[in-house]
């Protein structure tokens, strides 16, 4: 099933399930955090394949560790590929990020160095991860809050270059993007028109959050999307125009009303916006 360019979900979360079990919300899609369902067969893993018979599912993984030297997890792999079947994902995405080391998993999305060796790493990794599972996966731009001295490549190149090596397309989280420009202090519609459009297959929206005593922007998913960030989402759509768009919020869960609220609320922008180009055009 293609979802089309449009179309706005929102993430699928345990606090929710009886909402889905039990009605019939009008949600246009759903996205799963995938290692949550690795357990094949277990409780979450039966709700999640009911709830794929109604709705589309896109599996956004958060631990296969793109960036590490020693290769992906093996086992790990293929339960997500075991997943993605399951389910009949409509999309695939992953985090340009590591969290593994010597078989010890971190409880965090540590930063990639953006140099050519490490380039080379995530690129051989993403290509093993598509190999296996069969289809393009969407690498995700990460939130940021410090740079590496040693770093060579900046990032929307260093994107663009893994989408050449590979084929992989990318998830541009528009609120990773407004974290990152505010916390490195750089100018994110310039980092927009640096990304190859054609790679982008969906958009994520977030809310974040002010750290105390600093100027950090911190990435929580724990509110409604903030003002400047909706705002980055329409020149993002009126750059790259429509694509299938996520409303994530991960903790300090609202009531699912609350998110599709904000679901059609983007919605309403991407209309909003699409027309406005179509007056321009005329």
Known sequence: MALGAAVVGVGLRSAHYADFTDGAPAASWLEVHAENYFGL???????????A???????????????SPEGLDP???????????????????????????????????????????ALVVVADNVARAQDLLRRPVLIENPSAYLTFDHATVPEPEFLAALVARTGCGLLLDINNLYVSANNLSFDAPTYLARLPAEAVGEIHLAG?????????????????VAQPVWD???????????????????TDLPALDVLLGEARLAALLIDGVRDACRSHAA
């Open 208 to 224: 974040h959050e002010a750290s105390s005593g600093a100027a950090l922007l911190i990435d929580t998913h724990a509110r409604p």
């Open 53 to 67: 018979e109604r709705y589309p599912i896109s599996v956004h993984g958060v631990a296969l560790s793109l960036g």
């Open 41 to 51: 067969g277990g409780i979450e893993h039966r709700l999640l394949r009911s709830i």
């Open 75 to 117: 086992e790990h792999l293929s339960r997500l590929a075991a997943l993605v079947a399951d389910v009949d994902a409509i999309l695939v995405s992953e985090h340009l990020a590591w969290s593994r080391h010597g078989g010890t998993y971190y409880n965090d999305l540590l930063p990639v160095p953006l140099t050519e060796e």
């Open 232 to 250: 980055l989402f329409a020149e993002a759509i009126g750059t790259l125009g429509p694509r299938p768009t996520l409303i994530e919020w991960d």
